[in-house]
C-alpha cells in the first residue's frame, strides 16, 4: 500500500508551477535575446548576408575569406597581445593591491575598495573622454609632464603612432579592469580560515608560506572566475577602440569585437561579422575550458 500523502503532491505540483511562473518573464528574456541570436549568429554566417537584397547561401566562404584577411588575422593578433598582458597583470595587480588592502582594516579598507572599484561603475565613455585629453598630443598631461621634465624631447601622438598606440589601449583597459578582482579578491581573503594561517605562524611558516600554502587555495575559486571573467572581457574590447582610435592608425589598434562592428554595421556584412562572431565564441570558450582545467588539477 502506498504511503505517500496525496495533498503532498498536489503542493509540490503547485510549488513546480509557481517555481517556473517566477522563472518564465527570465526564461523568455534568456531564450528571445541570448539563445535565439546566438542560433541566429551560427546560421546567418553561412550567408552571404547584406541590406535590401535575399541572402545567398556560400557554406564556410565566410570563413575560408577570413584566414586570408590580413585586417581580420592583425585584429586577431591585436585581440590576443591584450589578453596575454591584461589577463596576468590584472590578476597578479589585484591580488597584491588586495592584500594589502586587506591588511588596514576598517574604514580605511572600505575606502580603498572604493577607490579602485569606481572605475568600474563609473561610464566607460567618461572615463575614455579623461584619458583622450590625458594622451592628447598637444595639450595631454603625459606630453606636459614630458617634456617639462626632460623625458620626452618634443610631444607625442601617443593615440596616433602605431608604436604607441596599442600600448595606451592596454593601459587604460587595466585601469578599468582591476576594480572587480580587487573587491572579490578582498571579500575571498576575509573567507580564509584564520585558525590555519595562525597556526602556521605559531608554527614558523613565513608570511609567503602562510599565502601560498594556506590562502592561496582557499581563494582559488575566485582566481578562477576572476580569470575567466578577465579573459572574456579583454576578448571583447571594444568601446576603447570605438571611442579612441576607430582602429586606427593603419588598423595597429583593430581587435576582433571592433572588427565585428565595422564589417555588420558599417560595411553591411552580416554574414562576414557573425563568422567572425562564431570564431571568437569558439576561441572564447575553449580558452575557458583550458582554465577550468587548469584550475581542477591544481
Not at 12 to 24: D, H, K, L, N, V
Not at 108 to 117: D, E, G, H, K, Q
Not at 240 to 254: E, F, R, V, Y
Request: with cysteine; proline share 3%.
Amino acid at each position: 500500500m502506498s504511503t505517500k500523502n496525496p495533498m503532498s503532491k498536489a503542493l509540490i505540483r503547485r510549488e513546480t508551477i509557481a517555481g517556473y511562473a517566477f522563472m518564465a518573464p527570465s526564461l523568455i528574456f534568456f531564450l528571445g535575446f541570448v539563445i535565439y541570436p546566438m542560433v541566429q549568429c551560427v546560421i546567418t554566417s553561412f550567408f552571404d548576408s547584406t541590406m535590401n537584397r535575399e541572402d545567398i547561401f556560400i557554406g564556410f566562404a565566410n570563413y575560408s575569406e577570413l584566414f586570408q584577411d590580413s585586417v581580420f588575422t592583425g585584429a586577431l593578433w591585436n585581440t590576443v597581445i591584450i589578453v596575454i598582458v591584461s589577463v596576468p597583470v590584472t590578476c597578479i595587480f589585484s591580488l597584491w593591491v588586495s592584500s594589502v588592502i586587506y591588511d588596514l582594516k576598517g574604514p580605511l579598507c572600505s575606502a580603498f575598495r572604493c577607490i579602485f572599484y569606481l572605475p568600474v561603475v563609473t561610464g566607460s565613455v567618461a572615463v575614455t573622454v579623461v584619458w583622450k585629453w590625458m594622451f592628447n598630443n598637444y595639450y595631454g598631461i603625459f606630453n606636459y609632464i614630458g617634456t617639462n621634465t626632460g623625458l620626452l624631447e618634443k610631444n607625442i601622438n601617443w593615440l596616433g603612432d602605431e608604436r604607441y598606440a596599442l600600448g595606451c589601449i592596454i593601459l587604460i583597459l587595466l585601469t578599468t579592469s582591476v576594480g572587480q578582482p580587487i573587491v572579490l579578491y578582498v571579500s575571498a581573503l576575509n573567507n580564509v580560515d584564520q585558525s590555519l594561517v595562525e597556526a602556521a605562524e605559531v608554527d614558523g611558516a613565513t608570511r609567503f608560506q602562510c599565502f601560498w600554502k594556506i590562502k592561496w587555495p582557499q581563494i582559488m575559486p575566485t582566481t578562477l572566475y576572476i580569470l575567466v571573467i578577465t579573459t572574456i572581457n579583454s576578448f571583447q574590447c571594444f568601446a576603447l577602440i570605438q571611442l579612441l582610435t576607430s582602429g586606427g592608425p593603419n588598423h595597429s589598434t583593430d581587435t576582433i569585437m571592433y572588427y565585428i562592428y565595422y564589417n555588420a554595421f558599417k560595411l553591411y556584412r552580416y554574414g562576414y561579422g557573425n563568422a567572425m562572431g562564431v570564431i571568437l565564441a569558439i576561441i572564447i570558450a575553449v580558452l575557458s575550458a583550458v582554465q577550468f582545467k587548469m584550475a581542477k588539477t591544481e
